[in-house]
């Protein structure tokens, strides 16, 4: 038993299938997560490049050309991947390991569930919450 029937399990549907989706559905936010933290590096790594401007002219200041130099034609718009600055690898990560997991994820959903989501936690929300508490209702409406 679900606590809406948005997300009540399909006639038929059995606990292995509810519990794969739930798994396959905790595999994507956990991808979710790593694109969170791909996008972090590209912003972290853009910042660290356009702060190295500074460090040349500070060197450069300072009277010490040779370390400006090793710095600007070493670091300065250096590729981080071979041939590749962050936005080349977010795009590739974009168009290529995320695209496929969110539609084989959402096509797993349609195909065995009817399109809908989150039919684990919805039956271990019911399961696990103390009906007539506050704080405890199966929806907003409730």
């Known amino acids: ?35 969170g ?6 912003q972290l790594v853009g910042g ?9 002219k500070l060197l450069r200041e300072a009277g010490h050309d040779e370390m400006a130099d090793r710095v600007e034609h070493e670091l300065l718009g ?32 349609e195909k065995l569930a009817g399109g809908r989501r989150h039919i684990y936690e919805a039956e271990m929300k019911e399961r696990r919450r103390t009906h007539g508490m506050p704080g405890h209702e199966a929806t907003p409406e409730e």
């Open 37 to 42: 933290h791909l996008y972090s590096a590209h």
């Open 78 to 109: 250096r590729n981080l991947l071979p041939g590749r600055w962050t936005f080349q690898i977010m795009e590739e990560f974009d168009d290529g390991y995320y695209a496929a997991f969110q539609e084989i994820e959402r096509d797993a959903r």
């Open 48 to 56: 660290a490049d356009l702060t190295l401007d500074r460090v040349v």
């Open 1 to 35: 038993m679900a606590v809406d029937r948005v997300h009540s399990r399909p006639d038929g549907t059995d606990d292995n299938t509810v519990e794969a989706l739930g798994e396959l559905s905790k595999a994507l936010e956990t991808i979710h997560r790593v694109r």
